[in-house]
């Protein structure tokens, strides 16, 4: 029987063979002749084998050795709470962690983490963990507001499986870790600016509320009050999301 490998972990040493039959065949890596691996889109020769659990390939052999395999990268941003995702290789793990926090849907929280990986060119996140708490608004006119802050933490990473329809080649993996450091370094820079302009307006505030009330305990009191809402509201810590962990 001759057929096309549709999937190979070669992590796990275990995919599936689509038989020119039309069936799938289940393939592990002590079945291969002359191979120490199997790549997807590779054309196979084997013996099938009906078995309780399904149909299985033995004794497979390549039918061509000089097909070039390269990298096929899913389609879209994968997100998961575990440390791995049926189907793909994890074939760079950053040293950073990425997080994520919204309120209201949760699903924003996971759209948001998967933005954030993608910005920093990887294709998935994995370890993924959630938490929430709640947060409180007073001065709406309406009383004091209570809602939920979905909270997501994990690490980003290349996902990707070895194809003769890939496109990116194992010796040109791109250094991620060293683009993330360099977006972390300009983060720290924003953040760092906003905080000098808030600093600036805070005094501002509060110098002209002490002048405004005469350097009175009570005027004193209100502009130190003015200024830190005013330095909480113009202050922005652009980071946050992004730490590194090793």
Not at 205 to 223: D, E, H, P, R
Request: net charge positive; glycine share 10%.
């Amino acid at each position: 029987m001759d057929g096309s490998v549709s999937t190979f972990l070669e992590s796990k040493g275990y995919g599936f063979i689509a038989g020119d039959d039309g069936r799938s065949y289940f393939v592990h890596r002590s079945e291969l002749k002359e191979a120490d691996s199997l790549h997807e889109g590779q054309r196979v020769s084997f013996s099938e084998h009906a078995g309780p659990k399904g149909y299985r390939a033995r004794k497979v052999v390549l039918l061509s050795t000089q097909t070039e395999c390269k990298i096929r990268l899913p389609e879209s941003t994968m997100a998961t709470k575990l440390s791995s995702i049926q189907g793909w290789e994890v074939f760079i793990e950053s040293n950073w962690k990425i997080s994520a926090g919204v309120r209201g849907n949760p699903n924003d929280a996971w759209a948001l983490i998967k933005s954030r990986a993608e910005r920093l060119g990887y294709n998935g996140v994995i370890n993924v963990a959630y938490s929430k708490e709640t947060g409180v608004e007073s001065g709406t006119g309406r009383g004091t507001h209570y809602f939920t802050i979905h909270r997501l933490e994990g690490t980003p990473v290349l996902f990707g499986r070895r194809s003769t329809s890939g496109t990116l080649s194992e010796n040109a993996l791109p250094d991620l870790d060293s683009a993330a450091q360099r977006l972390n370094d300009e983060l720290l820079a924003m953040t760092a600016s906003s905080r000098s302009s808030a600093k600036i307006v805070a005094l501002g505030v509060f110098g002209v509320g002490c002048f405004a009330a005469s350097l009175s305990t009570v005027g004193v009191m209100i502009s130190s009050a003015a200024a830190i809402i005013c330095y909480t509201a113009i202050s922005n810590d652009y980071g946050s999301w992004l730490r590194k962990v090793r």
